[in-house]
């Protein structure tokens, strides 16, 4: 802990020895404002184009109140110099009057005067109840100069809101209240998905290098996002983020992000396991598109099946969701967005190889056909053959094998307010483990332990969706989702077999009650799961059929306060009726201070052996303590409340855009299946019979000390126990304490990032009923990972990518993973006491090439 503080002194140092020498170099500066005429975003882009001459350090013009501010040195120019620079483009100052030739030049949706005399239309305009999104899309020249694009097409990300260009290439599209990201395409031009940081005058330049960027007054695209104007508090993680890792699969895309804890959930599958506000995975839910992605049994290797390369962004949210998406979500929600065809790269490679011998390869190909269809196809095939055994004890430090998965997807859009996605998806995954000298002919054998899980899973999808083109904030949907997975696995002498089959359809309305202050969602859902698994000699077999309604009110008062209340029913026909009650609420009491408080409930089933596999690779006996027939396992589905407030402040900071966050949230559990390690010799499942609850603080910090250098700071707090047997404990494998800094420098092609990670000591369960040789600490030590990347863009179109990093770079490890190792059919062999790294320095290699 004294290390951490330590850590902590030098980088606050750092940063004020920083800030010390910013305010020094613009000692001698001066702000002044003045009024400027405008009309647009293209006018606030020539406005400070014209206002940054020598002598000038930054110029922010707002087109809302018309304002220009600067920051300037008087010694170096005259502001009577920079307002005739300004009127010399066509822009009236206080001082200066742009001339009638110069202004006539100006582009018609730029001609501010002509507004001004239709100040009362204007007025009128703003009475109204539904607030938009307004903008210009232009394509630049290399140049520099503008030409307004009429037909281009915006769209907020996931919903069938959208609209196009006017022949000036304006445009005017309703507030989604979900909607922190637009997608604006054009023929012939990239694709891309651009921030909306206010209702305003958003400017989009479709470059002649087809790369988009949006003007407002934040200037910048950031690769981790946070919405600024819905009650749901949401982060996304952008493509530019997950390309600052490897990002093989999903499990490894959140290495640079605070919030999301993911590590080895034993020493042999290796199987990874994320953690939200304290708690595991099994209690976030994980969807993918809005659909259900890898849960039940596919709970422990699911996150390795959706390869990073496929993902577009990430979106993270804390807390209760909402109830459009099910009742399961406890922790939180993660929801992944794949590329798209329609928006992404025709042809996308990527190739990575480790030095523990993994490789890796991607294909991603999109294709345009015709109008109104298109397709996509993504690829993923990755396979370890040799057999590493870091620590040398005589175990493979992850399991060899090959693992293949590929989509294929097509979306049509009749341009009318009718889209239909629709597409496949499969995943072959066969790895072997454990001994390095096992081989298959071992197989439930004393000669060598092994391990064996063959995978392979079927699945299906389609969205519809249709928007009523008189009435764009009515619509309406449909999702379906089916698939099967199948698992073949063993543990040594023990087997575990398990398949599960399910089908999911919602069916989603949206509409207005009188003006789009006030919107709701309703619908129906259907959720249908067969389980049939095998433990050893015991069958465990269930339908779990879950139809439901919801009903989800938006309130939207102003640009300050808003409020999302949403409740579900639903009849489980293993536990009968519940219902989901959820409230979000926002408030933004001074402009850049943003206030959330949430709260709900969330309700599951557990899955007691998918969920607990890294358990299995020991000597533990299998305990179930049941009350309940008819029950999954016996048991009672798991429930807690989950309330949650958070803050984030925006300010400026070196000149530049900076974020403070805060949050705070408790789950409390009115029921849970505890999955009891107290006893080494044995594993028990029991209803929760005393108090479960976690507490989770957050503090954030996101600066810019340089240009094109981005720094995020943040710590965790966790306070997470559950009552174990008749004593209030804590959570096994949980770090009270957590600390996170990420540095990213970008600079002519070459992009460096660093990351460390500290994480504080966790509670051991007992094993003190061993033998001496056999025990672990109470508790472990705290320790530091190091990660970092460094990678360079090649050629004029920058179409090729190459990457070196490193992982653990401190050669951290975890010493003594496996006890009783050289005795794995003794009574004391475990594999799954796992508080560390398994393996040291990990460096590895790769490369991205695209065809836009």
Avoid at 204 to 224: E, F, G, P
Wanted: proline share 3%.
């Amino acid at each position: 802990m004294i290390k951490f503080f330590q850590y902590t002194a030098i980088a606050v140092l750092s940063l004020f020895l920083v800030f010390i020498a910013a305010a020094q170099n613009n000692g001698n500066a001066e702000t002044a404002a003045f009024k400027v005429a405008g009309a647009c975003g293209m006018c606030q882009q020539r406005i400070e184009k014209a206002a940054r001459i020598k002598g000038v350090q930054s110029a922010k013009w707002n087109v809302n109140t018309q304002m220009l501010t600067l920051t300037y040195q008087p010694s170096a120019v005259s502001l009577e110099n920079i307002h005739a620079r300004i009127a010399a483009v066509g822009h009236d100052t206080e001082l200066k009057k742009a001339t009638d030739k110069t202004y006539n030049t100006l582009p018609e949706c730029c001609l501010y005067r002509d507004m001004e005399a239709e100040s009362d239309n204007t007025a009128a305009l703003s009475q109204s109840n539904e607030p938009a999104i307004t903008g210009v899309v232009l394509a630049e020249d290399n140049k520099g100069n503008f030409t307004a694009l009429a037909g281009a097409t915006i769209a907020w990300l996931n919903t069938h809101k959208g609209t196009t260009s006017d022949k000036h290439g304006v445009f005017s599209l309703p507030v989604d209240q979900r909607g922190l990201l637009l997608v604006i395409s054009y023929t012939g031009y990239r694709s891309d998905t651009v921030q909306v940081t206010d209702n305003n005058a958003l400017h989009v330049v479709m470059a002649s290098d087809q790369q988009l960027n949006t003007i407002t007054v934040t200037a910048r695209r950031k690769s981790m996002l946070v919405n600024t104007s819905d009650a749901f508090r949401t982060t996304t993680i952008t493509s530019k983020e997950l390309m600052k890792a490897a990002c093989c699969n999903l499990s490894e895309s959140f290495e640079t992000n605070p919030s999301v804890d993911v590590s080895y959930s034993d020493a042999v599958t290796g199987s990874k396991q994320i953690q939200l506000l304290g708690l595991s995975g099994n209690y976030t839910q994980l969807t993918v598109e809005n659909l259900p992605g890898p849960r039940g049994i596919a709970t422990p290797l699911g996150l390795n099946s959706i390869a990073g390369p496929w993902i577009e962004s990430i979106q993270l949210s804390k807390g209760t969701g909402s109830v459009v998406n099910g009742f399961e979500s406890i922790a939180g929600q993660i929801n992944v967005e794949l590329k798209k065809p329609e928006n992404t790269d025709r042809l996308y490679a990527n190739g990575y190889v480790n030095s523990m011998g993994r490789s890796d390869l991607n294909l991603n190909l999109s294709q345009q056909i015709g109008s109104k269809w298109s397709a996509g196809l993504l690829l993923h095939d990755n396979f370890l053959y040799s057999k590493p055994d870091f620590n040398k004890d005589g175990f493979r430090d992850l399991p060899t094998g090959n693992l293949f998965s590929g989509i294929n997807r097509w979306k049509y859009d009749d341009n009318k307010g009718l889209v239909v996605q629709f597409g496949v998806k499969v995943l072959a995954d066969d790895r072997i483990g454990g001994e390095t000298a096992y081989n298959t002919g071992d197989k439930f054998s004393t000669d060598h332990y092994g391990m064996g899980i063959k995978t392979n899973r079927y699945e299906g999808f389609a969205k519809i969706g249709y928007v009523f083109p008189e009435k764009k904030y009515k619509s309406i949907g449909l999702q379906l989702s089916a698939f099967n997975h199948k698992q073949d696995a063993y543990f040594g002498l023990t087997p575990y077999d398990a398949e599960q089959s399910n089908f999911y359809s919602n069916l989603i309305f949206q509409s207005i009650i009188g003006n789009t202050a006030h919107k709701y969602r309703t619908g129906l859902s259907f959720s249908a799961d067969r389980y049939n698994e095998l433990y050893q000699t015991l069958a465990f077999k269930r339908n779990e059929i879950v139809p439901g309604a919801f009903f989800e009110y938006t309130y939207t008062m102003n640009e300050k306060f808003n409020v999302v209340a949403g409740i579900r029913a639903d009849h489980n026909n293993l536990y009968g009726w519940f219902a989901t009650p959820r409230l979000n609420l926002r408030y933004e009491p001074v402009a850049g201070t943003i206030i959330r408080a949430s709260a709900g409930r969330g309700q599951r089933t557990a899955n007691i052996f998918a969920e607990n596999m890294g358990a299995l690779l020991s000597a533990r006996m299998i305990n179930i303590i049941t009350g309940v027939d008819g029950k999954a396992y016996g048991l009672n589905p798991e429930v807690s409340w989950n309330k949650g407030i958070s803050v984030d402040q925006q300010f400026t900071l070196f000149t530049r855009d900076a974020m403070l966050s805060v949050d705070f949230f408790r789950n409390d559990f009115t029921n849970q299946v505890v999955a009891d390690m107290e006893d080494p010799r044995q594993l028990k499942f029991y209803n929760l019979t005393g108090r479960s609850y976690s507490n989770s603080f957050q503090s954030e910090l996101s600066v810019m000390p340089a240009e094109k250098l981005e720094l995020r700071l943040a710590y965790r707090w966790f306070d997470v126990k559950t009552t174990y047997g008749n004593e209030l404990l804590q959570k096994p494998f949980t770090a009270e304490h957590r600390a996170f800094a990420n540095l990213a420098y970008a600079l002519q092609g070459w992009k460096l990032d660093y990351t460390i990670n500290y994480v504080g000591a966790k509670r051991i369960p007992s094993t003190a009923a061993n033998p001496v040789a056999y025990h672990m600490p109470v508790q472990s030590p705290d320790y530091f990972t190091m990660n970092a990347q460094v990678s360079k863009s090649l050629g004029k179109a920058k179409a090729l990518e190459l990457y070196v990093g490193g992982e653990n770079l401190t050669n951290y490890f975890q010493k003594n993973v496996i006890i009783a190792a050289a005795q794995p059919f003794g009574d004391y062999f475990d594999a799954s006491m796992i508080w560390g790294p398994v393996s040291g320095r990990l460096l590895y290699a790769g490369f991205r090439y695209r065809i836009k």
